[in-house]
Each structure stands twice: as C-alpha cells, then as structure tokens.
C-alpha cells in the first residue's frame, strides 16, 4: 500500500468502520434500505485515491465482508471486483465532475450492483428480495455527498496533522 503512514491509517479505518456498519441490523422495514457501506468507501478510494485500492484488493476486501456477514462466499467479492474495475475504468473522466453528476452516476453504478446481487442470488437459488431491494441505490445516492465530503475532509486533516 503506497502513500504516508496517516494516509494508509484513513484507509484502513475507512474499510473497517465500513465493516462494521454492515454488521449493524435495523429493524426489518429499514434492512433493505441500509445502503452497502463497503462498496461507497470503495469508491470514494478508487476515484481519489487509486493507489489504495485495486482489483486484487477489492477481492480480498470482499472475502473479507463476506465472511464477516456470512454471505454466499465471494458474493462481495466479485460485486466489488466488478464496481472497481468499473470506476477505474472511467477515472479519468468520473473525478472531475460536479459532485451531483458523480451522485447520479454512483446511483446507476449502485444499480448495476443490485443487478449483480439478484443475478447471484437466481444463480445459487437463494430466495428474490422484495421491491425495497431496487431502492438501495437511492439511499447510497442520498448518502454519498456526505460520505465524500466526510472522507475528503478526514483525508486532508490527517494529511496536515502535526506528528505525533
């Protein structure tokens, strides 16, 4: 992992904090609506920072979520491994627009991952998530000028902060 120490410990706070807000249950009206957390913090790394993150690392941060939910194994792994290769594809491009024409995209590119999930869950026989399913994207829509700007700012303070 390049970067300076501070950087590296932004990150790895960023994807266990992530982890852990997936753990967390809400009550069963709200569980579909709970955005991926995992998969916004991705994100924001690769379109920032894409030296965190890559294809390999996606995966291996994907195994990780689905252990930790007890997930179809490589479910995770294999949506981020798809929205990484995605965002970095299209980088160049993505970074440099207005914070609400990236919002709209993560809603397209988080409705291609509710694709994905329902074409995994078809092909292991799991059971069709109800119409709530489809509006994940609107939250993780909702929530990703906050979580950007929150991560932006947290970056830039820990960059500037006096060592210790």
């Known amino acids: 992992m390049q970067g300076s120490g501070r950087e590296t410990q932004v990150f790895l706070f960023a994807i266990a904090l992530s982890l852990i807000l997936q753990l967390v249950y809400l009550p069963a009206p709200l ?46 792994a294999f949506r981020l491994c798809i929205m990484t290769y995605l965002l970095l594809r299209f980088r ?3 970074r440099f627009f207005p914070l609400w024409q990236q919002t709209s995209l993560i809603a ?21 998530p109800g119409f ?8 993780a829509a909702f929530l990703w000028p906050f979580l950007f700007v929150v991560l932006d700012r947290t ?10």
């Open 108 to 128: 397209v590119l988080f409705f291609n991952d509710c694709i994905l999930a329902l074409w995994i869950r078809l092909l292991g026989t799991i059971s069709q």
């Open 155 to 164: 970056r830039r303070w820990r960059r500037r902060a006096p060592r210790l």
């Open 92 to 94: 160049n491009r993505l």
């Open 132 to 139: 709530a399913f489809w509006l994940t994207p609107l939250t």
């Open 31 to 76: 569980g579909p609506l709970k955005p991926w957390f995992l998969g916004m913090v991705i994100c924001y790394y690769v379109l920032e920072q894409p030296r965190f993150i890559g294809l390999g690392r996606a995966f291996l941060i994907g195994l990780t979520a689905d252990a930790l939910n007890g997930a179809l194994f490589g479910e995770q």
